[in-house]
């Protein structure tokens, strides 16, 4: 049986797509149940919907101050279409320990750089000040520490001479797109451990 997979989105929804097309293999081990936005205007629900994927909103801004609150909606939006492993793809949110642990090891997030090295925002930018001479996207488990947890999957590409931030990003991005269809599966085949 497939495994059932929520993309958690809150913007473009790139990786999503990726996700989404991989997921249209018919040997591919997860399907792509639903995508789930804490924004009603990202732009990536459109893109979902075009592609014949359900999707839901569960809008941060409408719980305030009340993180748990939120937390607890969109716990309850996975449950109830019996989802097995979450994928974050650019979603924007950070999340709190009691909903991280209660999807321990069904949970995967995608950081764009080589972790450990540039944890948190602005990763392309920070790579350029550094001077690393390769830079990169990894796919891993989310754990309570943030771009903490067990790495499934990595993909570097050069730092080229005159690059600038976005140069960077789109080549990033085209690596980010190959990697997490492929983490994805091996999680789905039970290939990893948690
Ligand atoms: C990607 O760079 C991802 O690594 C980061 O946020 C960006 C999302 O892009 N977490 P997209 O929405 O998947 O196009």
Redesign the pocket.
Known sequence: MKKRVAVL?S??????TALIEAAAARDYPAEIAVVVSNRPDAP?LARACAAGVATAVVDHAQFGADREAFERALDEELRKRQIDLVCL??FMRLLTPWLVERWSGRMLN???SLLPQFKGLHTHRRALEADVKWHG?TVHFVVPEMDAGPIVAQGSVPVREGDTEATLAER??EI?HQIYPRALRAVAEGRTES
Request: hydrophobic share 40%; glycine share 24%.
């Open positions: 989105i913007g473009r929804g790139s990786n999503m990536g793809a650019g995608i950081h764009p996207a990033v991005l980010e």
